[in-house]
């Protein structure tokens, strides 16, 4: 299957959504930090919660999954699509992109650039799903910048489920967090990638726990960046759009809708329930 770009015009592009999608809602912090900077944007967000969590999960397993979300997107007729889990854009970004003619942004690229400009002394610390950490690729990526920066990675299998519940700043976060993080403070890195869509809620308690020499590093504002220089790369920005927002699930939309209104910041009023794949 491939996208619609195509022949079709810029002016006929730009007027498209942009398509996110996420294994659940925690992508909503990405979608956040586009419509900040992109507020003419219309967004269309798929959060496959029938099959969350993907940080477990294989790879063959997530890039199956991935494609039949960004096949729905596509059909809905989007000008971009952003797989804004990192589970997700640790394995599937280059099926994605041989499959779609439409551009395909994921949260790892725009991530590993942050960290290899934010580090003063080459040591830069990777948190993430297990499946992500595992897969090296902040690492991969963070050195093809400079080979000389040092990363250190560590997965925190339970963060997900603590933000999930709405967990941000109470004494037991704090607890596993020391324990997840102290690897990385003992090898004295300078920043540290926030390298799950779910951890951007974590970010006061992880900062507190590293102080303020270190820098902690938001993959989902820096993706937001990435995204409008590809749609200004491409003349397919859309500055006057209505800034509407769509959203589909893949399981029962009651519960997206109240937890999803936390990580956006604002309120969900519908979500649609679909079967994709
Ligand atoms: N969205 C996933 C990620 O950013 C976290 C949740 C999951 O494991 O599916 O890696």
Known sequence: MRGQTGSRSNGIMRKRPIGIFDSGLGGLTVLKEIRKILPGEDIIYFGDTARVPYGAKSRDTVIKFSVQNADFLVGLGVKMIVAACNTSSSFSLPTLRRRYNIPVVGVIGPGAKGAAGATRKLKVGVIGTKATISSDIYKKEIKKINPKIDVIGASCPLFVPLVEEGWLNTDVTEVIARRYLAPLKQKGIDSIVLGCTHYPLLKPVISRIFGKNVSVIDSASQTAKAVKKILDNNGISNNSGQARCRFYVSDE??????????????????VKRVEVG
């Open 253 to 270: 939309p009651e519960l997206f809708r109240k937890i999803g209104s936390r990580f956006l910041g604002s309120r969900i009023n519908s």
